[in-house]
């Protein structure tokens, strides 16, 4: 379909020119789309041929899938397929069916008769109520009008792509409530968490931190508690070390021999 609404038909490498009364016999076509008098043409010798409201039916299969959204007639097996078309097993009950008109399922039931005799020719299904609408008014082109709603458009495609980025309005009774909801004040608590609880960080005996220790759900060293452990034990050690080289320089002066002075 072109700008000025014209349509150009395409993919008819079998289609014939005939005249009204004129018939075939041959069997060509898409199975889908065939009507029963086509399929019982190739069926049966004696069988009439067929004319121009096979086209007809093909129009009423277009018009029910363009519709629906789906075909009239389907099935894996193509034989069970050609049962429904010979007994017209069609339904338009399904959901998809809701929002189309009444007046677009009666043409559908014209053009997909069985009987060629009461199928719609094309002049009937042109002069149905479903092409009889009113024609709207076409507008006069306006470049201004039409600039300014693609940019409306174009802001507000931007607006939904990146309003994820925006960060949500925070109430102050919330986050009174949960504040670890909110994902900047969750970094920020994470962040001064440290500075707020870093006297309960252990530390040994090295004075090394293991900040790892501030999430464990033990109860915490107190540092200054803590402390005082390590300058009693630095002390204990200290004093222990006095005490033994004491003890050394004792067993070290009795061991050793008295000092003779020269006259005496």
């Known amino acids: 379909m072109d700008a000025n ?10 289609a014939v020119q005939i005249s009204d009364d004129e018939l075939l016999y041959d069997l060509y076509g898409t ?13 049966c010798d004696d069988m009439p041929g067929y004319g121009l409201p096979v086209d007809l039916w093909a129009c009423g299969v277009i018009l029910f899938t363009l519709l629906s959204g789906l075909p009239p007639f389907w099935h894996r097996k193509q034989h069970l397929m050609f049962r429904m ?11 998809e069916w809701d929002d189309v008109s009444e007046t677009a399922k009666d043409l ?17 299904a042109l002069q149905h109520p479903f092409f009889n609408v009113e024609r709207t008014r076409r507008r006069d082109f306006m470049a201004k009008r039409t600039l300014k709603a693609h940019i409306i458009l174009i802001w507000s495609i931007h607006r939904l792509k990146t309003l994820h980025y925006r960060p949500q309005p925070i109430r102050g009774k919330e986050l009174l409530e949960n504040p670890y909801r909110f994902k900047s004040y969750r970094k920020m608590i994470d962040s001064t968490a440290f500075l707020l609880y870093g006297h309960w960080i252990k530390k040994d005996e090295h004075r090394n931190q293991n900040r790892a220790t501030l ?9 200054v508690r803590h402390e005082q452990l390590l300058e009693q034990r630095r002390l204990l050690r200290e004093q222990s070390e ?23």
């Open 5 to 14: 609404m014209n349509v150009k038909i395409t993919d008819l490498g079998f």
């Open 31 to 43: 199975p889908g789309y065939m009507s029963p008098e086509l399929l019982q043409c190739a069926q």
């Open 85 to 95: 078309i010979m007994d017209g097993q069609y339904t338009m009950t399904g959901s």
């Open 108 to 124: 559908i039931r014209h053009l997909l008769a069985i009987d060629p005799a009461e199928r719609f020719t094309a002049a009937l």
């Open 215 to 223: 999430f464990q759900t033990e109860e915490k060293y107190d540092l």
């Open 242 to 264: 006095s005490l033994r080289l004491k003890h050394q320089n004792e067993i070290h002066e009795e061991q050793s021999p008295p000092t003779q002075v020269n006259g005496h």
